[in-house]
């Protein structure tokens, strides 16, 4: 290796699950970062059920914090999936039939827990937890001459070659990424691309002290004509989320912010809701501990760098939370884009990276991700509107068709399980045979296999035979 004056740094806004992620990636690459969290904890008092999908364990266990994992949370082993009056329609194990074909999931664990507990362990096995520096809000940045400096609101700087905006929905990196763009090349941003997120969801999102009627780790799904329930039983709270489709869409830059008055009044409408064939959704309420009210915005932006800034997690993609892949999609990002410049500094045997190296990093970390997270945010938003059935089509979809074809599904999702990145430079540890993680995606029309098509074609021609039964069953469910 070539010596320079200084190692390369990286400078990571945002200490949620993508900023901790990209710190546990360098760490493993051993290159060097700060991390600058606003808040003045990194891990929040609160948070909503989360699912760690198999693809992702794999990556916490080449991070070495998967034991750490499972000793916090428990595999998923079912899913109730129940119809508007709480009626159970299907009882699907995907999670078990993921573990099953370990040609697809490397023999990983699906695993659930609450969001808290994903960043605290995130957090606590970092080797450098000093790295991770709290009440540090970014105020602006800016590309000096052979790199790059952060302003934070308490008049301190930072410098360091690269800028990873892990900031979120509102990131501020992607403000100063479409300006330093556009301060380039007049055009390069334009507002269709601004508009890029849009939220037609909200989401009334709590915690609920353990009730009788819902057993540990069998969570359920009550899918509803412009709503959805998810109650997640974990062994000490419940947490629960009411996924509830808006009047209206608003694109940036609209910030829909909800106050306690819109929470008390989202909440009065679900009271009399079924959660199960015995448990209202104002049960639920009555017993919460927690709660708050969302918005859900969906969406990919076009450009995901400029110059030394680039952007990973919710600040370059957002998906609805009803497959539960959003987190895990920030996750892949921080494991490509460390890929990509470790590979960089090993090719050309250096410790450092001009701009020009960085940037053709960049780009084909944006070429590398972008056909993914475009399959996760499909598979995410069809996954939202088929359980609260937005049209007719939807609610035949998500209460009878997919249930009788729930293999179908399920291939899809060991498709994605399957394509999932991993680490070059850190083992799997517990590594079981199975398929190369740079296999390309089946689904949605990317690269279908005979027996996908004929799935495809044989759920086309059961819908008219399944149409009459599906009206009587509906109509069973609404009278
Ligand atoms: C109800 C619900 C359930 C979900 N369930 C799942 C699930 O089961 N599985 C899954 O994979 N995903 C799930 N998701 C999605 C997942 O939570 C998000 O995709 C993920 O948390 C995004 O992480 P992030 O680090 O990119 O962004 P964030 O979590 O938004 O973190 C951004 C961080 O940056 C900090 N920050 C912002 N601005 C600044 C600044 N100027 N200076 C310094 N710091 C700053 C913030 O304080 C924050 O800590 C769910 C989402 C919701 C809403």
């Known amino acids: 290796m070539e010596h320079s004056e200084r190692s390369f740094r990286a400078i990571i806004v945002g200490s949620g699950i993508t900023g901790l992620s990209m710190a546990h990636a360098l760490e493993c690459a051993g290159i060097d970062y700060i991390v600058l ?73 699906t695993l659930s827990l609450d969001r808290r507990a994903v960043l605290d362990v995130l957090y606590t096995t970092l080797p450098n937890q000093s790295r991770v520096m709290t009440g540090k809000r970014v105020a602006s ?12 609101t308490d008049g301190s700087r930072e410098k360091g070659d690269i800028i990873i905006g892990a900031d979120g929905v509102y990131s501020t990196c992607r403000e100063y990424l479409w300006n330093h763009a556009n301060t380039r090349s007049l055009g390069t941003i334009t507002i269709t691309e601004k508009k890029a997120f849009r939220m037609s969801y909200k989401c009334l999102v709590g915690v609920s002290s353990p009730l009788p009627d819902l057993k540990p780790y069998e969570p359920h799904v009550c899918h509803n004509k412009g709503f959805t329930i998810l109650a997640y039983p974990l062994c000490d709270k419940i947490c629960w989320g009411v996924s509830i489709r808006t009047d209206q869409e608003y694109p940036w830059p609209t910030k829909v912010r909800y106050n306690s008055q819109d929470i008390d009044t989202t909440a009065a409408s679900l009271m009399s809701s079924a959660v199960t064939e015995t448990l209202l959704f104002g049960e639920l309420w009555h017993a919460r501990i927690q ?17 030394r800034i680039v952007l990973v997690g919710d600040s370059a993609h957002k998906m609805t939370p009803d497959a539960g892949l ?154």
């Open 37 to 109: 969290e606003k808040n003045n904890q990194a891990v929040p008092h609160a948070g909503a059920a989360f699912i760690l999908w198999p693809h992702i364990t794999r990556i916490l266990d080449q991070f070495g914090c998967l034991d750490k994992f499972r000793e916090v949370s428990q595999p998923l082993r079912c899913e109730n999936r129940r119809g508007p009056n709480g009626k159970l329609i299907v009882q699907t194990k995907l999670s078990s039939y993921l573990e099953r074909r370990k040609g697809f999931s490397f023999g990983y664990p």
């Open 291 to 307: 709660a708050t009210l969302v918005p859900l915005q969906e969406g990919i932006m076009e450009h995901w760098s400029s110059g």
């Open 326 to 479: 959003g987190g895990g999609c920030g996750i892949e990002d921080a494991i490509v884009l460390t890929n990509l410049l470790k590979d960089e500094m090993e090719k050309k045997g250096v410790v450092q990276l001009d701009e020009t190296q960085i940037e053709n990093c960049f780009l084909a970390y944006e070429d590398q991700r972008k056909d993914r997270v475009k399959i996760l945010l499909k598979l995410s938003g069809r996954c939202t509107r088929q359980r609260s059935s937005g049209s007719l089509v939807q609610l035949l979809i998500g209460q009878l068709l997919l249930p009788l074809r729930q293999k179908f599904m399920w291939q899809a999702m060991s498709e994605i399980v399957a394509a999932g990145p991993s680490l070059t430079v850190s083992p799997c540890n517990g590594a079981r045979s199975g398929r190369s993680s740079n296999r390309s995606l089946g689904y949605m029309g990317t690269r279908q296999s005979k027996k996908e098509r004929t799935n495809a074609l044989n759920l086309l021609l059961a819908v008219p035979v399944l149409l009459v039964f599906t009206l009587i069953f509906m109509l069973s469910y609404y009278y």
């Open 141 to 152: 940045m800016q590309h000096t001459q052979d790199g790059v400096e952060v302003v934070l």
